[in-house]
């Protein structure tokens, strides 16, 4: 549920909504030992209703983290684990970051790179071979940029690492922490952060790039017994996000909902023709390639009354 709605972090809807049908994963809230604050707000949303807020009030240095969910996600041999969070903050960005908990004890930090050495690259020349730069290591605990960091124009921020090799090959991340640190030397700040997805997840050997874990849309097609818009989509999508478009000046597209079915209901009532616009959206979090239909006004019970562009 939600006082608004969010695709991508861009508000599409400002209706209040509660629908069951869309429940998303969300972490357990349970009791922790920190001086650190969560709650789910419905303030800022990436995908949905809502995030998870982290708050706390940090004296000059210091340093809070919180345990956010388990995991049983295992390094296997050769193979690539891509983990991609995003978060909105007005406090610098990196003060907030990732933490991967083994079972060995080893951490894994993941940040942000420093202002002055930012370097990311584009998502489509991401390979399933590239990995994060390690750039920093204790003991027990290794620290990874990005491989890419994006910022949205409404001040979401998105950063995909890829991690693997012999070093973590046969480990099990059994689960996810958050930090967050201030960076003044001096003086005490209030730190607040929204996190809006976090993805965990291995990458297949054949995947050549992060732009084709895009989902695609196919077999687009009529139910004329029940005037309903049926299509195809991969195992891996979670959900379609329903635009439609709107002939104004601005030829504006209109969020009118999201299915968890591959299957949408026509309009009963249409004057003229109506153009859908489908957005698939991956386990992954990764948003597909927007499918348009064009529903010609004739019936929609006549099953060749529409046409796909």
């Not at 706390?56 to 809070?64: E, F, I, Q």
């Not at 969910?69 to 978060?87: C, M, T």
């Not at 997805?197 to 029940?226: E, F, H, K």
């Not at 698939?280 to 239909?293: C, F, I, S």
Request: glycine share 6%; proline share 7%.
């Amino acid at each position: 549920h939600g006082a608004t709605t969010s695709v991508d972090g861009r508000v599409v809807s400002s209706s209040p909504w509660h629908d069951q049908g869309q429940v998303d994963v969300l972490p357990l809230l349970n009791k922790a030992k920190s001086p650190m604050h969560m709650n789910l707000s419905l303030a800022k949303a990436f995908q949905g209703g809502s995030s998870l807020h982290l708050c706390a009030t940090l004296p000059a240095k210091a340093r809070v983290s919180v345990h956010l969910l388990p995991l049983q996600v295992h390094f296997a041999p050769r193979k690539v684990i891509r983990v991609a969070y995003s978060f909105h903050t007005t406090n610098d960005p990196t003060s907030f970051g990732l933490v991967l908990n083994l079972v060995s004890k080893d951490e894994i930090v993941l940040r942000g790179w420093p202002s002055s050495q930012m370097t990311s690259s584009p998502l489509s020349q991401i390979t399933s071979s590239s990995l994060s730069p390690l750039i920093g290591r204790a003991k027990h605990t290794r620290a990874y940029a990005p491989v890419s960091e994006t910022t949205s124009p409404n001040g979401w921020i998105t950063r995909v690492y890829q991690l693997g090799g012999a070093l973590w090959d046969g480990h099990v991340i059994k689960g996810v922490s958050v930090f967050g640190v201030n960076l003044s030397d001096e003086r005490t700040e209030d730190w607040s952060v929204h996190v809006g997805q976090v993805v965990v997840c291995p990458v297949a050997a054949d995947m050549p790039t992060l732009s084709q874990m895009s989902p695609v849309i196919t077999a687009v097609q009529i139910d004329p017994s029940t005037a309903t818009l049926t299509w195809t989509v991969p195992s891996t999508v979670q959900y379609t996000h329903v635009f439609q478009e709107m002939l104004t000046c601005h030829d504006e597209l209109v969020w009118v909902g999201r299915t968890n079915h591959s299957r949408w209901q026509l309009p009963s009532k249409a004057k003229s023709d109506t153009t859908f616009v489908l957005q698939p959206v991956h386990w992954t979090g990764a948003v597909g390639r927007p499918q348009r239909v064009t529903i010609v006004l004739g019936g929609a019970d006549d099953p060749s009354s529409f046409r796909q562009t």
